[in-house]
């Protein structure tokens, strides 16, 4: 199964790149936030964001209320604990 793990964006590394760092249940990881970028949204608007983090990359943005039912239900799924744990595997330093 492929899951959208909630994180928020803490800051960004490289704008240029579209490169961020992200937040997930206490583990960071740098992701590519290129498919939430514009014109309208820089990678500087980025910074607090809640998103959906798949595969290195942030695909959408979701609010912070959607965000917290998501990692709820994945913790009670037992989902969660998988997840977290593939991305310490892969997490920087």
């Known amino acids: 199964m492929c899951l959208g793990i909630p ?13 961020a760092l992200v937040d997930v249940g206490g ?14 949204n820089p990678p500087a608007s980025c910074i607090g964001a809640w998103v959906l983090v798949h595969v290195g990359f942030a695909m959408s943005r979701i609010d912070e209320k959607e965000a917290a039912l998501t990692l709820a239900l994945l913790t009670e799924l037992g989902e969660m604990q998988a997840e977290l744990d593939a991305m310490r595997t892969s997490a920087l330093p």
């Open 27 to 40: 583990v960071r990881r740098e992701v590519n936030i290129a498919f939430i970028v514009n014109d309208e």
């Open 7 to 19: 994180g928020k964006i803490v800051a960004v590394g490289d704008a240029e790149s579209r490169l």
